[in-house]
């Protein structure tokens, strides 16, 4: 399955809990967005598709 | 140092819900470490600074979630580097996902060299979310009609720029700020091309209500001390405007009289 996570296609990605701990181990401060759409942390275990992008985000400098 | 300033005689700052002792916001880009930023916030005494959200960096050490945390103030996620109102409005529902708030100060850029914001995409933003329970705080052009229009979208301030982001360039349009204090019933809080103390202070003469600046103090070359001149100017700025000025004159006015002058 092709799964993108921020950009770069990843192996073994099964779920956005997956997606998001192939990146980083932080829980608090992180938000995910499914092929442009807000994902709610009590949906991260929804299985994912072929073809699917992934964004994790957090707090960074700016503004 | 007397200690009557400001806030003997000030009302603390209210937006939306909140209320802030101090009147000056600060962005975060541009610090050089996270120890750096820490300790500007600490010496700007704000209570409130802005961040961006962005992909996680897997290589990154420490957050500044946890600078934001150590130092006791409140985070105020923004949308920056968004073009579109619908790119705008995803960032600011990923930023209440990540960080839990219902604030965000909107920013839709409309142009890459000048960073000036888009007009017509960011009333369509900041409507949009609105209507969703945001507090929005936009980042808008020196225009007294947008930002009436803004106000009247529901947004909790309005923060007109003083010049482009990061010129350093100070007040372009004081006359223009002017109107925008003069009319807006939600507080108007100057954000963007602040250069030194002066600047801040000016704009907080003309009337805002608060100073959002970044650039200014992270860029600095002691970035706390700049923190700390900015945390003067802006209480410095806010005594004069309530004090009330002197009108200008074209001509000299003794302040010492004639009266009783000797014949010499």
């Not at chain 2, 004081?174 to 602040?194: F, M, Q, R, S, T």
Request: proline share 4%; with cysteine; aromatic share 2%.
């Amino acid at each position: 399955m092709n799964i993108e996570v921020n950009g770069e296609a990843r192996e073994g990605i099964a779920t956005i809990t997956d997606a998001v701990a192939a990146v980083t181990t932080a829980r608090r401060g992180i938000a995910v967005a499914l092929n442009g759409e807000v994902v709610p942390r009590s949906e991260w275990d929804r299985p994912l598709a072929d073809g699917d992008a992934v964004e994790v985000l957090t707090a960074t400098q700016g503004g | 140092m007397d200690q009557r300033t400001t806030t003997r005689t000030d009302a603390d700052l209210k937006i939306a819900d909140k209320t802030f002792t101090s009147r000056l916001i600060l962005g975060t880009g541009g610090a050089a470490n996270h120890a750096q930023l820490a300790e500007a916030i600490t010496a700007s005494g704000t209570e409130l600074v802005t961040v961006a959200l962005r992909r996680v960096d897997p290589g990154a050490s420490g957050s500044i979630l946890d600078v934001i945390e150590r130092c006791g103030v409140e985070l105020l996620p923004n949308t920056a580097g968004c073009f579109t109102a619908e790119q705008a409005v995803r960032t600011a529902k990923l930023a209440r996902e990540a960080f839990g708030t219902d604030w965000i100060k909107l920013e839709v850029i409309g142009d890459e060299d000048t960073l000036l914001p888009d007009p017509v995409e960011l009333l369509d933003a900041a409507e949009t979310l609105v209507a969703d329970g945001f507090t929005v705080l936009p980042y808008t052009s020196d225009d007294p009609v947008l930002a009436r229009r803004l106000e009247d979208a529901g947004c909790a301030a309005v923060m007109p720029l003083a010049a482009p982001i990061g010129t350093g360039l100070g007040v372009r349009n004081p006359h223009n700020l002017a109107l925008i204090c003069e009319h807006a019933n939600v507080p108007v809080i100057c954000d963007a091309g602040i250069g030194t103390a002066s600047d801040a202070a000016l704009a907080m003469e003309l009337g805002c209500s608060a100073v959002l600046l970044a650039t200014a103090v992270t860029r600095a070359a002691d970035p706390a001390l700049m923190a700390a001149a900015m945390r003067d100017a802006v209480n410095a700025g806010r005594a004069a405007r309530l004090a009330g000025r002197i009108p200008k004159r074209h001509l000299a006015n003794a302040s010492s009289s004639f009266d009783g002058m000797a014949d010499l």
